[in-house]
């Protein structure tokens, strides 16, 4: 992987990891995916660069996607890191569809190619924003925009979910997560401003199902616990099982299932190019 990724995102997303997050990771709600395609201003078909791919939950959500199936020319895939890659390319099958390494300054895409650039659950992992939005405003025609979109569990909404997180999170090691906003920085810079307009932002509560396996996978698959050693990765696995066994606001959907609601929240940012 490049120099221009994180340290972090290097080893917790490195190879033999990339399984486990593509098992584990929450796929994106149809009603998110809508309103990105509501709010792509060009006609379709249409030409979309997806940035920090990944291992392809994003693309399979959006090509399962009914607004989307049929809208869609061409899906040009970006992601850094090999193992990620592989998983991508196992898992999408459709012609439409290729990937490349690259970083979300250098994509190795053509001027003025993308209606859409989408960035599902990593933009956070920037390490220059201003370099980034110079990039999207490159390769987006001029009425592209692009849509930054993240899943989050929602610690608001049930105390165990708030101790989960509490309980992770002692692992972040100064990570730049979603959560602690850094990314925000981007709408503050001189190539956003000067090539977008304000950001558009929306968020949506809702409720995933969870297991016992579901929390600790999903956990697992965090980069800063993934690249913990046996013992210490043992411990936040008993941890976890402590939290579910204490049950602390926890909603049961089928007790002898052992499944249970599992709160979360998709943010979406859409940023359209002036």
């Known amino acids: 992987m490049s120099q221009k990724v994180h340290t972090l995102a290097q080893k917790g997303f490195g190879t033999g990891t990339n399984e486990l997050y593509d098992k584990a990771r929450p796929s994106y709600q149809a009603t998110a995916l809508a309103h990105i395609r509501k709010s792509v201003r060009s006609s379709p078909p249409l030409n979309v660069v997806e940035l920090g791919a990944g291992t392809g939950i994003f ?7 009914p607004d989307w199936s049929d809208a869609i020319k061409e899906l040009r895939a970006v992601e850094p890191s090999e193992g990620m890659r592989d998983v991508f390319t196992k898992s999408v099958s459709d012609p439409r569809v290729s990937v490349r390494e690259g970083t979300f300054d250098t994509t190795g895409i053509e001027d003025g190619w993308a209606d859409l650039v989408v960035i599902a659950q990593a933009f956070h992992w920037c390490p220059d924003y201003d370099k980034a939005a110079a990039e999207f405003a490159r390769i987006l025609k001029p009425e592209g925009i692009v849509a ?127």
């Open 148 to 274: 930054f979109i993240w899943n989050l569990e929602d610690r608001n909404r049930a105390a165990w979910v708030a101790q989960l997180r509490d309980r992770i999170e002692q692992h972040e090691n100064g990570a730049p997560q979603f959560r602690l906003g850094l990314w925000r920085a981007t709408f503050s810079t001189p190539s956003y401003q000067a090539n977008f307009e304000p950001p558009e932002e929306n968020v949506w509560d809702y409720v995933l199902h969870g297991t016992r396996d579901i929390v600790v996978n999903r956990a697992c698959s965090k980069s800063y616990i993934a690249v913990l050693g046996p013992e210490d990765k043992q411990k936040v696995i008993s941890d976890i099982d402590d939290i579910l066994q204490r049950k602390d606001g926890l909603v049961w959907i089928d007790e002898k299932e052992g499944l249970f609601e599992y709160p979360y929240q998709t943010f979406l940012v859409i940023a359209k190019k002036k």
């Open 59 to 65: 693309t399979r959500a959006l090509l399962a996607h």
